[in-house]
């Protein structure tokens, strides 16, 4: 299975992005509809957050029932904390796009994107719906994915295609987020459609399983969005036979696989990025304490501005390792950076540091912590800290 | 009580700061040490990280036996994840001080900070000790204050003087650190010297007391260092009665109101920062939800960074906020930047945010969340994410 950066035509979807005029630049994107040809099973997951935004209240409500016939994404507003009247503009929203489909309005998932406190102007979204059922088309998925860009400099998108139950069937997903990333439960905005025939409990499943190793695995600058928000839709345009087995584990995997690359290339999008960094704990007591160790070293600016500035700075490595709170044995202590071990043993390999920092001007490298203590591993990837996050978030207006 | 940023002479106890060499930078002071006439009444905290340094390892065993004759305390290296060899190193340079004191090795507590995982140059180190006796002066507490800082800009000075017992009593205080700085037990490294007479049990839970309002209350970066350490020595010069009732309340508030303005020096002087920010979260359902939100709010790197850009950001406010995990009804919500209401009953008062913008330009402001909730409150101080945090922490060399 090989998963491609690129869009990808999944049979029973059509897609549109289109300027509606809700964000302040004009002639941008800021409008994008997902819609399939009938209503088709679909499931989610959304933001821990307990600052929730109101098209995540909305559509969180509606996905629960298991079948969607569409998804309508602005960027420019986040719809949150805007109280009852974010709730009934969500609502609105959706329902524009509802009508111009003629379906039920709860088969419509509305979602949001960007400043948060304000409502956006409802007529303007209206006539922007209407030019996107306008603009339909299969081949549009690169449009829909660069609609719902916030601060993101380039869209995210991966796509995938494997044979199972007798067919052929395709994936492809998009995604979006620079800031405001830790998500714990799903990405900001992330969105995988699929012509497979698969039930919404499979669905379901599937979703829980791929989480932990791929929007759950990244993190920007810890911080949780109240609008992440993570759908998956699938037509069963594909006509393959019933998932099971096999089949089903394929299926699953090839799902991962593009939730995996839309999860890397958010990271390596993140808010002033310059590199990708792969964070492996390993030889932890188990994956609980390889994760909260992982998360800690991800999260920590001492460590990002280090990578930053391809400083091999094992100290701040050391002080993420032990601030996690999980009992550790310091001596034991191996680590490597780029390939290059610069500590083992509980002592530093000061010779190794110079190649280690010559590895660190790479655009992507690997951080490997083994703690020696048992088999438990967790990854995590993360981004610098660099003077672009800085400027991008000191600037960036309410 | 007034207290004073600025050193006092304390009666019982004689201070230097040297030049040893350990630095890189000639002619930088990075050797201080503090000496009691006796051995006098001790107590100390001391870093929850999992990875500790030597130096913490060898004093915190010290401390546990109630009394000091001296503390020395080198920058330029933090004598941490050095293994057997640090302990050595640690042990080594106590040692030089206690032979020229003439008292057991296991009354000198030895501190150091700086870079991780290298051992400095003990013949240097020794030689600057006898530099340092030559020169004690009971003057020279800000010598010494100067000698232990690290990305510091400033030394960190506090002290105030007050009648009890009987007798006329001062506090002084001095703290080091600007990054790797969210200490939860102490901070990087603090110390506290009186002449009242008071006994170590006494001492101990003062320092339990005054944590939490002071050292324990403020954030740069989240990150918890491998040193973090505060010391309490008593001379008992002052020879005032034994404390008890009002007289101890009173000793412990003046120790109080100097460890909280020595904490709030250090976050004024945070790598990179530009402002002081005390948030206030008040009404929560208990204090702990309050210190929860409190934290997730002051180690934002997206409120941090609009703090940094006067940005009234309320929709990163609300974030954080929510993400703390706390239970919250966003729809009571209401938050005040700089005295101004900028949200109130889960709607923000946009008229509101251009006055509030203006008021972050100021070198202090305060910000208060009240969640409508209950009575549970706790403040944290904080400074905003710059370029330059960036800036000295990509740049700051292993």
Do not use: W
Not at 150 to 167: C, H, N
Not at 247 to 263: H, P, Q, R, T, W
Not at 264 to 279: F, H, S, W, Y
Not at 322 to 336: C, H, Q, R, T, W
């Amino acid at each position: 299975m090989e998963v491609r950066l690129e869009p990808a035509v999944v049979r029973g979807f059509r897609f549109a992005g289109v300027v509606s005029g809700l964000r302040k630049e004009p002639n941008r994107k800021d409008l994008g509809i997902i819609v399939a040809d009938t209503a088709v099973p679909a499931a989610g997951v959304f933001t821990t957050n307990r600052v929730k935004a109101a098209p995540v209240i909305v559509s969180s409500e509606r996905v629960r029932r298991g079948q969607l016939r569409a998804v309508a994404v602005n960027s420019g507003s986040a719809n949150c904390f805007t109280g009852k009247a974010g709730i009934k503009l969500a609502e609105n929203s959706a329902a524009s796009l509802a009508t111009a489909l003629g379906c039920e309005p709860r088969l419509v998932a509305p979602c949001s994107t960007g400043v948060i406190g304000h409502l956006y102007d409802l007529e303007k979204y209206r006539a922007g719906i209407a030019s996107a059922v306008a603009g339909l088309g299969a081949e549009n998925f690169g449009e829909f994915a660069r609609a719902i860009m916030t601060t993101d400099t380039r869209p995210k998108i991966a796509s995938t295609r494997l044979r199972l139950g007798g067919a052929e069937v395709t994936i492809a997903g998009c995604a979006k987020g620079a800031g405001m990333i830790q998500p714990k439960m799903a990405t900001m905005l992330a969105f995988i459609v699929t012509d497979a025939k698969v039930r919404t409990a499979q669905l379901k499943t599937i979703i829980k399983h791929i989480l932990p190793t791929s929007f759950n695995a990244v993190t920007v600058d810890g911080d949780m969005s109240t609008n992440d928000t993570l759908l998956v839709l699938a037509s069963g345009a594909a006509e393959n036979r019933a998932l099971v087995g096999r089949d089903l584990a394929n299926f699953e995997k090839a799902v991962g696989g593009v939730a995996e690359a839309l999860a890397r290339e958010l990271t390596r999008d993140g808010e002033g990025a310059t590199k990708l960094v792969t964070i492996d704990v390993r030889g932890a007591r188990n994956a609980a304490d390889a994760e909260k160790i992982a998360r800690e070293i991800a999260n920590s600016p001492l460590v990002k501005t280090a990578f930053f500035g391809c400083d091999p700075n094992f100290g701040r490595i050391a002080m993420a390792v032990g601030k996690a709170g999980v009992p550790i044995n310091a001596d034991k202590l191996e680590v490597s950076l780029g390939g290059i071990k610069i500590a083992s043993r509980g002592a530093l390999n000061v010779d190794a540091l110079t190649a280690a920092g010559e590895k660190m001007k790479e655009a992507e490298f690997g951080l490997i912590v083994d703690l020696k203590q048992g088999k438990g591993q967790a990854r995590m990837m993360t981004c610098d800290l660099s003077f672009d996050y800085v400027k991008i978030n000191a600037e960036y207006t309410t």
